[in-house]
């Protein structure tokens, strides 16, 4: 069994940054496919990006499309993912989840898997604000 758990969330002005992690443990003999959704108050919750378990292939919805970059650390810390947000919005701010799918193996992570219902563990989330 896998357990996620995210940090770095916080509150920034519009135009700042911010980097959120996600920590897996458990069982992390292997790498899997990792995603970051976000939940706004009031809203469904989103893809915003996906990273292939190879670190390879990456997808974003177009919103966050060259503002945000999603990376891994799997050398020194296996299943370690990234969420670089920069050029934050008003519109960013959300509770940010990061989601894996660790009980299909042969799933890669090199297509696009963007519904809530693709992934099967999840962290508890972590707060962004962005003031204007």
């Known amino acids: 069994q896998v357990q996620l758990v995210e940090s770095g969330g916080g509150s920034v002005q519009a135009g700042g940054s911010l980097r959120l992690s996600c920590t897996a443990s458990?069982?992390?003999?292997?790498?899997?496919?990792m995603a970051w959704f976000r939940q706004a108050p009031g809203k469904e919750r989103e893809f915003v990006a996906q990273?292939?378990?190879?670190?390879?292939?990456?997808?974003?919805t177009d919103s966050v499309k060259g503002r945000f970059t999603i990376a891994r650390d799997s050398a020194s810390a296996k299943n370690t993912v990234y969420l670089q947000m920069a050029s934050l919005k008003p519109e960013d701010a959300a509770v940010y989840y990061c989601?894996?799918?660790?009980?299909?193996?042969?799933?890669?992570?090199?297509?696009?898997?963007?519904?809530?219902?693709?992934?099967?563990?999840w962290g508890q989330g972590t707060q962004v604000t962005v003031s204007s």
């Open positions: 989601a894996a799918i660790t009980q299909r193996p042969t799933v890669t992570g090199t297509r696009k898997y963007t519904d809530i219902s693709d992934y099967d563990t």
């Open positions: 458990g069982r992390t003999d292997r790498n899997y496919p």
């Open positions: 990273i292939s378990r190879g670190a390879s292939v990456t997808f974003y």
